[in-house]
């Protein structure tokens, strides 16, 4: 009898806690939309005492603490970022040219961003299987613009999907609904993300990022597409074609790899196969990617 009480107690206990748990995590993500950071160390602090290892007081700390390192300033700079620029020029008249450039920039204060990580890191440790965690690690990284410790996140995901066969949960250790394909596309607009930078140093980080995907992944399209692409902006078009051909046979009627393999034909100065493929990209392609291949085609002929 006695152990039978002993036991609903336990189990009325746990519920508590668990209503806890959430009741911390409501009040955190209020005081997070309202901006009210005092009252969001207030609950983060009593939430630690209460379950310290909490997965979502690892998510919510780390989202603190970067919110709080984020410092916007005004800089002057030979190299201006954003939209709204302010032009310094020489008092002499006589130099029309800006001397430097005064806008808007963004610094992040290192300690509260390394207590941030730490606290992301902790969680990652702890619950290896939340994607989201891992995510919104590349995601700062991202934001800090730091590619080689973003691109090293990636491939840890990689590495790591292949230990827990995609054994991916996201907040509240809920389990995704396609977890593979969530994940190969999140990494895909991850490399669209170095892509868009325009840096041509970076082609060798969308390069290790796919060939690590194909060592697991073979078939995965998008992939051997990025890698193709890489390759053509190295010139190195030969090269390009081999993951394009792969994915041709995967795919017959991927009008992306039908319009990059047209491409590297044409490069390589090969006119009758760029045009089969231009015409095949307009067989199967969009609105823009038809026009697109249909002016090529006039162009070559």
């Known amino acids: 009898m006695d152990n039978k009480i002993n036991f609903l107690l336990f189990v009325t206990i746990l519920g508590i806690y668990k209503l806890n748990a959430q009741d911390y995590k409501q009040q955190f993500n209020e005081l997070f939309s309202q901006?009210?950071?005092?009252?969001?160390l207030q609950v983060l602090e009593k939430w630690e005492k209460a379950d310290s290892n909490d997965p979502e007081l690892?998510?919510?700390?780390?989202?603190?603490?970067?919110?709080m390192c984020k410092r916007e300033v005004v800089a002057i700079s030979q190299n201006p970022k954003g939209d709204h620029v302010l032009q310094i020029k020489d008092q002499d008249t006589s130099n029309k040219e800006p001397v430097a450039f005064m806008f808007g920039d963004t610094y992040y204060e290192p300690t509260?961003?390394?207590?941030?990580?730490d606290w992301i890191n902790r969680g990652i440790i702890n619950y290896p299987n939340r994607l989201d965690m891992r995510f919104g690690k590349t995601?700062?990284?991202?934001?800090?613009?730091?590619?080689?410790?973003?691109?090293s996140e990636i491939i840890k995901t990689i590495e790591y999907s292949n230990e827990n066969k995609n054994n991916w949960t996201w907040t509240d250790n809920k389990s995704l609904e396609d977890p593979k394909e969530f994940m190969l596309s999140s990494?895909?607009?991850y490399q669209h993300q170095l892509y868009s930078t325009e840096d041509d140093k970076l082609l060798n980080n969308m390069k290790q990022i796919a060939e690590r995907?194909?060592?697991?992944?073979?078939?995965?399209?998008?992939?051997l597409s990025s890698l193709s692409v890489v390759y053509m902006l190295q010139k190195q078009y030969d090269k390009a074609?081999?993951?394009?051909?792969?994915?041709?046979?995967i795919n017959p009627s991927?009008?992306?790899v039908l319009g990059n393999l047209a491409q590297a034909y044409k490069l390589l100065g090969n006119k009758k196969s760029a045009i089969k493929y231009y015409e095949l990209t307009v067989k199967y392609g969009d609105e823009q990617a038809k026009k697109y291949a249909q002016g090529q085609i006039d162009e070559l002929k």
């Open 35 to 40: 901006k009210d950071t005092v009252g969001q």
């Open 58 to 67: 690892f998510v919510s700390y780390f989202n603190y603490y970067f919110v």
């Open 112 to 117: 509260l961003l390394t207590k941030g990580f």
């Open 139 to 151: 995601y700062i990284y991202g934001q800090l613009e730091d590619y080689e410790k973003f691109t």
């Open 187 to 189: 990494i895909q607009n």
């Open 213 to 223: 995907i194909l060592k697991y992944y073979p078939d995965h399209v998008e992939s």
């Open 241 to 249: 074609l081999e993951p394009l051909l792969k994915a041709e046979k």
């Open 254 to 256: 991927d009008y992306i």
